[in-house]
């Protein structure tokens, strides 16, 4: 459990009072469940995805059509091309598709797209993926970059949003995870990893809503 001391005050708090709130009867027995089952069906949601100069970063699968969100700074300009990769499969192919750079996220589209219809686990895009207050959060991404012999993995934490519509947690995050996954514990999708703060010990994420507001589109599905 990544439950840190040294964080910026909000964060502390946040992990303080949810701390206490897990002691309370079986909360950490519920939860250590919950974080396993989590790992079993969404870690193979994340990709690893290799870009022209050869940086790592991360990508997850939003839909069977092969659309994957990220983040912007891995990528030049739209069009660019993707090397894709998840442990036990062949690796893909994908091109950029979109840019937004004040967000800093990027959608990518995979070759071939029907090799994602079967056999694939999708994440679910949150129905209300804005934050009314601060929760538990999963986050997966291929730390340090992809490696074969292991699914992306996962850091809990706990999260909230900020006045500029910003998520702030306290995941341990690092170079390689930036696209990768911010979960609820219901495990639907509710940001994207956009930098990490090492003197704070957090981590920020794009909001799913703030994506969501900027390409409504997105909301309809492989359409």
Same mark, same amino acid.
């Given at each position: 459990?990544?439950?840190?001391?040294?964080?910026?005050?909000?964060?502390?708090?946040?992990?303080?009072?949810?701390?206490?709130?897990?002691?309370?009867?079986?909360?950490?027995?519920?939860?250590?469940?919950?974080?396993?089952?989590?790992?079993?069906?969404?870690?193979?949601?994340?990709?690893?995805?290799?870009?022209?100069?050869?940086?790592?970063?991360?990508?997850?699968?939003?839909?069977?059509?092969?659309?994957?969100?990220?983040?912007?700074?891995?990528?030049?300009?739209? @069009?660019? %091309?993707?090397?894709?990769?998840?442990?036990?499969?062949? /690796?893909?192919? +994908?091109?950029?598709?979109?840019? $937004? *750079?004040?967000?800093?996220?990027?959608?990518?589209?995979?070759?071939?797209?029907?090799?994602?219809?079967?056999?694939?686990?999708?994440?679910?895009?949150?129905?209300?993926?804005?934050?009314?207050?601060?929760?538990?959060?999963?986050?997966?991404?291929?730390?340090?970059?992809?490696?074969?012999?292991?699914?992306?993995?996962?850091?809990?934490?706990?999260?909230?949003?900020?006045?500029?519509?910003?998520?702030?947690?306290?995941?341990?995050?690092?170079? @390689?995870? %930036?696209?990768?996954?911010?979960?609820?514990?219901?495990? /639907?999708?509710? +940001?994207?990893?956009?930098?990490? $703060? *090492?003197?704070?010990?957090?981590?920020?994420?794009?909001?799913?809503?703030?994506?969501?507001?900027?390409?409504?589109?997105?909301?309809?599905?492989?359409?």
């Amino acid at each position: 459990m990544n439950f840190i001391i040294k964080a910026k005050p909000v964060v502390f708090l946040v992990t303080l009072v949810s701390c206490v709130n897990l002691v309370a009867g079986d909360g950490i027995e519920a939860l250590e469940l919950k974080v396993e089952q989590a790992i079993e069906d969404f870690s193979g949601a994340c990709y690893g995805v290799r870009t022209c100069d050869g940086s790592w970063g991360s990508a997850v699968l939003i839909s069977k059509g092969g659309r994957f969100l990220s983040s912007a700074h891995l990528f030049e300009s739209v @069009g660019e %091309s993707v090397v894709i990769h998840q442990v036990g499969r062949p /690796e893909g192919l +994908g091109k950029v598709v979109r840019l $937004d *750079r004040d967000l800093d996220v990027a959608l990518l589209q995979a070759d071939g797209g029907g090799y994602y219809a079967k056999g694939t686990q999708v994440l679910a895009l949150s129905s209300r993926p804005g934050l009314d207050e601060p929760t538990e959060a999963l986050a997966f991404g291929h730390a340090s970059g992809f490696r074969r012999e292991r699914k992306a993995p996962l850091r809990f934490g706990f999260v909230y949003e900020n006045a500029e519509g910003d998520l702030i947690s306290n995941c341990r995050l690092t170079i @390689g995870d %930036s696209g990768g996954a911010l979960l609820n514990l219901d495990g /639907e999708l509710i +940001g994207i990893h956009r930098t990490v $703060d *090492r003197k704070w010990g957090s981590a920020t994420h794009v909001s799913l809503a703030a994506i969501l507001d900027r390409w409504p589109d997105m909301k309809k599905g492989d359409s």
